[in-house]
Structures are given as structure tokens and as C-alpha cells.
């Protein structure tokens, strides 16, 4: 079965400081990966995907994601937070060959950014 | 452009009784999920349906059941409330299973006493 892991689960940050947030996934086939974000008090947003090609990925708001397939990781990376960036990162994975579509998220991380 | 809606956003109930979830999407979507989102659990899948008629379980079935009997409208039902079942509850739909995202609703927060 697949499962994804999320290594923080809670991040406190000084604004402008740089952020990596760790996610690992177990499965052995061809995988999509997503990263999502929640803000305090709304639903969750996508804020980047990887399906193939080049493994580093751009997403909304300055975040990157880069997919490393021999470590099965696709950690979340973003040179400079800001206040605003304070909320729920999730990350997901979904399995092409399992034909239903649906994501298996991570168990989130917090992420506090201090003014 | 209504997406994904969830009705009630809120309620209480007390253990045992009975209630459904109504999720209504107007993006002609086939897959549709239900989320339950725990602190420290992130989202765990509870059924989903990949088109009108059908149904399956997730991760966390169990206490809850489903229907899609309409391609639109995707409901959660909970026979006999527990309070384990306190949660938020999430639907979302997509319209094709491989490649594109996920589109969530706002979100039913539930309290079971």
C-alpha cells in the first residue's frame, strides 16, 4: 500500500529565513506527487505537482519541489518565507496504475512563520 | 463558478444519531472523494467514487457510508455517530484521475458528544 511520510511536524521560522520541508513516499511504480497547502481557516490549495520531466518543480507564491526518484522523496523548498506562508503544507501522492485517482496524503506540517 | 460545495459547514450531534454530507460539484468531475482531516493525521481517505453509480472504500470506512447516485452530488453518511467521528470532513472531485488536481470544498466540521 502506498503511504507517504512528512519528517516536520511543526516548523517555526523567522521571515526571511529559507524552508525545506521533508516528504517521503512508499511505492515501487510511476507515481504522481503533489504538495498542498491549507491557511488558517480555508480548504486546501495545490501548490505544485510533479508528473514527469524535469524533477525540480516551480509552484504558486515562490515554492519549489524537487523529485528524487532513487531516495523517493520530493521535499518542498522555498528560498525566503514571509508571515503569510504560515499555515498547513500536506503532501500527497497518487498512483497512475491504481486507475481511482485518489491521493494519499502525509500527515501535514505546521508551519509558523514569526514576524 | 460555484467548484466543490459542502453542506452544513458545521454540526453537532450527539452519539448514535444519524446524518448526511451532502458534497454538490458543478465541473462535470468523475472522481469524487471524502477526506476526514485529524490533527497530526493529515487527510485519510474515506470512500470515494470514480463515477456516477459507483462507490469505494477508502482508508477509514468504516462507520460511514456513501452514495453517487447522481454524477454531481456525492453524499457521506453516518448511521450511528460516534464521537471518534469528530472531525473535519473535506470533499473534493477531479476531473480526470491521473493528472489533474484536486479541487476540495471548504470543509464540515463535526462534533459528536
Known amino acids: 500500500a502506498q503511504s507517504v511520510s512528512q519528517h516536520n511536524h511543526h516548523v517555526i521560522l523567522s521571515e526571511a529565513a529559507s524552508l525545506e520541508l521533508g516528504c517521503n513516499y512508499s511505492?515501487?511504480?510511476?507515481?504522481?506527487l503533489f504538495w498542498y497547502v491549507q491557511y488558517p481557516g480555508q480548504h486546501l490549495q495545490l501548490l505544485l505537482k510533479?508528473?514527469?520531466?524535469?524533477?525540480l518543480v516551480k509552484g504558486i507564491k515562490g515554492f519549489e519541489a524537487e523529485f528524487i526518484k532513487s531516495k523517493f522523496s520530493f521535499n518542498l523548498r522555498k528560498p525566503s518565507v514571509q508571515w503569510s506562508d504560515t499555515a498547513e503544507y500536506f503532501c500527497?501522492?497518487?498512483?497512475?496504475?491504481?486507475?481511482?485517482?485518489?491521493?494519499?496524503f502525509g500527515q501535514g506540517t505546521t508551519l509558523q512563520v514569526k514576524p | 463558478n460555484a467548484g466543490v460545495t459542502q453542506t452544513p459547514k458545521f454540526r453537532v450531534l450527539k452519539t448514535g444519531q444519524s446524518m448526511t454530507l451532502l458534497c454538490a460539484q458543478d465541473?462535470?468531475?468523475?472522481?469524487m472523494y471524502w477526506y476526514r482531516q485529524d490533527p497530526g493525521m493529515g487527510l485519510r481517505l474515506i470512500h470515494y467514487?470514480?463515477?456516477?453509480?459507483?462507490?469505494a472504500k477508502g482508508e477509514v470506512p468504516d462507520g460511514y457510508n456513501v452514495s453517487r447516485l447522481k454524477k454531481q452530488n456525492f453524499l457521506l453518511g453516518l448511521e450511528s455517530a460516534a464521537p471518534s467521528q469528530t472531525s473535519v470532513y473535506f470533499c473534493?472531485?477531479?476531473?480526470?484521475?491521473?493528472?489533474?488536481?484536486?479541487?476540495f470544498g471548504s470543509g464540515t466540521q463535526l462534533s459528536v458528544l
Open positions: 510533479y508528473f514527469s520531466g524535469d524533477p
Open positions: 511505492y515501487g511504480g510511476t507515481v504522481n
Open positions: 473534493a472531485s477531479r476531473l480526470d484521475r491521473d493528472r489533474e488536481k484536486l479541487f
Open positions: 500527497a501522492v497518487n498512483a497512475p496504475s491504481s486507475n481511482t485517482g485518489k491521493l494519499i
Open positions: 467514487s470514480v463515477g456516477e453509480g459507483t462507490t
Open positions: 465541473m462535470n468531475h468523475e472522481y
